[in-house]
């Protein structure tokens, strides 16, 4: 039988289109199993000389206007071309792609170098290697029915499966920053990097999660202090998990029921652009990003009243063992009853903002040698929300329970005054 010439075209015409759709999609914002990219120049959209920026995305999400979520590797010129598998917002244009925010990193503590491979299996794992084969970062997923990835248009990256349920989920990984929809739930935490040019975690610094009573900003690890809080009527009855959630005009509160049900309590926040983001940052604000006139702009900072303190009201705004006045003034303690005895110096006398250090560090061994000084009129910012250990005592009392107390004030838990009226 003979077939009709406009059958075999529409066949062909078919044939192309899907071959063409199944190379598209791998570039577009899906993926299937056993699929590996190579973090080389084949990747590369563009470098960016005077940024020193390396593109090379793998996934796109969809735009809005000349804005959208790609993933794929970045190197942002600080270290040694080192790359970080990413989540950006990005400037996508039809002939370079301009990275403007990372919002999520797979490795931001373990960079890669060029030659590093992601590699989706055929068993469903997502897995990155560095050069020397070395296993840097897996979601863990192998032999979890995985069908596909895709990468969301709120910049969640997202394994599934046939039925197109969530599987795995960048959203439950925060790294530093929130976006729209996404959620922090109660054992999670935002943890800050280490400056703006240095994407690794700090390490018992800053962070940010939410407890059985309130949405805590802590800092220092040994113990953790809080700083700020968001506070709410504590429920023992209810045994789901709590969260909070960034939505378009509000920071939402689920405490004692989850949705479908209204949030017990919200932060009201400006409505903004779908690519408006929560970032919790190096010096501990916690800042709402929108895109306006061509750049990020901070739209909100959640923690600005600060008891009216100001930047004072940070702990670390005048570095460690350090002392903010008004309008963030430092100096290191000088003794009220012995002025004539130094116990600190600066540790940059032209950046009085890095803090002091101590001219005879604290040790645990040779308590004998150590003693209190006075310092009057100070304020420590763990009056407003913490604790205290011991309640009702006086002052003699306060002070050998401390020296006998090898983490009260000790060289891995050093002095952090922040406050002085």
């Given at each position: 039988?003979?077939?009709?010439?406009?059958?075999?075209?529409?066949?062909?015409?078919?044939?192309?289109?899907?071959?063409?759709?199944?190379?598209?999609?791998?570039?577009?914002?899906?993926?299937?199993?056993?699929?590996?990219?190579?973090?080389?120049?084949?990747?590369?959209?563009?470098?960016?000389?005077?940024?020193n920026?390396?593109?090379?995305?793998?996934?796109?999400?969809?735009?809005?206007?000349?804005?959208?979520?790609?993933?794929?590797?970045?190197?942002?010129?600080?270290?040694?071309?080192?790359?970080?598998?990413?989540?950006?917002?990005?400037?996508?244009?039809?002939?370079?792609?301009?990275?403007?925010?990372v919002?999520?990193?797979?490795?931001?503590d373990?960079?890669?170098?060029?030659?590093?491979?992601?590699?989706?299996?055929?068993?469903?794992?997502?897995?990155?290697?560095?050069?020397?084969?070395?296993?840097?970062?897996?979601?863990?997923?192998?032999?979890?029915?995985?069908?596909?990835?895709?990468?969301?248009?709120?910049?969640?990256?997202v394994?599934?499966?046939?039925?197109g349920?969530?599987?795995?989920?960048?959203?439950?990984?925060?790294?530093?920053?929130?976006?729209l929809?996404?959620?922090?739930?109660?054992?999670?935490?935002?943890?800050?990097?280490?400056?703006?040019?240095?994407?690794?975690?700090?390490?018992?610094?800053?962070?940010?999660?939410?407890?059985?009573?309130?949405?805590?900003?802590?800092?220092?690890?040994?113990?953790?202090?809080?700083?700020?809080?968001?506070?709410?009527?504590?429920?023992?009855?209810?045994?789901?998990?709590?969260?909070?959630?960034?939505?378009?005009?509000?920071?939402?509160?689920?405490?004692?029921?989850?949705?479908?049900?209204?949030?017990?309590f919200?932060?009201p926040?400006?409505?903004?652009?779908?690519?408006?983001?929560?970032?919790?940052?190096?010096?501990?604000?916690?800042?709402?990003?929108?895109?306006?006139?061509?750049?990020?702009?901070?739209?909100?900072?959640?923690?600005?009243?600060?008891?009216?303190?100001?930047?004072?009201?940070?702990?670390?705004?005048?570095?460690?063992?350090?002392?903010?006045?008004?309008?963030?003034?430092?100096?290191?303690?000088?003794?009220?009853?012995?002025?004539?005895?130094?116990?600190?110096?600066?540790?940059?006398?032209?950046?009085?903002?890095?803090g002091?250090?101590?001219?005879?560090?604290?040790?645990?061994?040779?308590?004998?040698?150590?003693?209190?000084v006075?310092?009057?009129?100070?304020?420590?910012?763990?009056?407003?929300?913490?604790?205290?250990?011991?309640?009702m005592?006086?002052?003699?009392t306060?002070?050998?329970?401390?020296?006998?107390?090898?983490?009260?004030?000790?060289?891995?838990?050093?002095?952090?005054?922040?406050?002085?009226?």
């Open positions: 039988m003979k077939v009709p010439l406009i059958s075999f075209c529409f066949f062909a015409f078919f044939l192309i289109l899907t071959c063409y759709s199944a190379s598209a999609e791998l570039y577009g914002g899906y993926a299937n199993l056993s699929t590996t990219w190579t973090n080389n120049d084949s990747l590369t959209v563009n470098i960016f000389s005077q940024d920026i390396i593109v090379r995305p793998i996934l796109y999400g969809r735009k809005f206007g000349e804005q959208g979520f790609a993933c794929g590797f970045l190197y942002n010129g600080t270290n040694m071309l080192s790359y970080q598998f990413a989540i950006f917002v990005a400037q996508i244009f039809s002939d370079f792609v301009y990275p403007q925010v919002i999520w990193s797979a490795n931001r373990h960079e890669v170098g060029n030659g590093a491979i992601l590699n989706f299996t055929a068993t469903g794992d997502l897995v990155l290697q560095d050069v020397d084969g070395s296993i840097v970062w897996t979601t863990n997923t192998r032999g979890k029915s995985v069908a596909g990835m895709n990468l969301t248009d709120t910049g969640n990256l394994l599934f499966d046939v039925s349920s969530v599987v795995w989920q960048s959203f439950d990984y925060p790294t530093d920053c929130l976006v929809g996404q959620r922090l739930y109660q054992g999670q935490q935002l943890v800050p990097s280490v400056s703006s040019t240095n994407s690794t975690a700090q390490k018992g610094l800053f962070n940010l999660q939410v407890t059985d009573d309130s949405l805590v900003a802590y800092v220092g690890s040994r113990p953790a202090q809080a700083y700020h809080s968001y506070p709410f009527i504590r429920n023992d009855t209810y045994k789901g998990r709590r969260y909070i959630r960034f939505l378009n005009g509000s920071l939402s509160f689920y405490i004692f029921s989850a949705e479908p049900d209204d949030s017990e919200v932060i926040i400006p409505q903004a652009s779908p690519f408006q983001f929560i970032k919790l940052m190096p010096n501990g604000h916690l800042k709402l990003f929108d895109w306006q006139s061509d750049e990020f702009r901070v739209m909100h900072d959640f923690f600005s009243d600060n008891n009216g303190l100001g930047e004072c009201g940070y702990p670390l705004a005048c570095g460690r063992n350090c002392i903010c006045s008004i309008n963030q003034q430092c100096s290191c303690p000088v003794s009220t009853s012995h002025r004539e005895n130094y116990y600190f110096r600066p540790v940059d006398n032209y950046n009085p903002d890095l002091c250090s101590e001219i005879t560090p604290v040790t645990c061994d040779s308590k004998q040698d150590q003693d209190f006075t310092i009057e009129n100070l304020m420590c910012f763990t009056y407003f929300t913490s604790y205290p250990d011991m309640d005592v006086n002052m003699e306060c002070k050998e329970a401390c020296l006998n107390n090898c983490s009260c004030a000790s060289p891995t838990s050093p002095l952090i005054l922040t406050w002085i009226w």
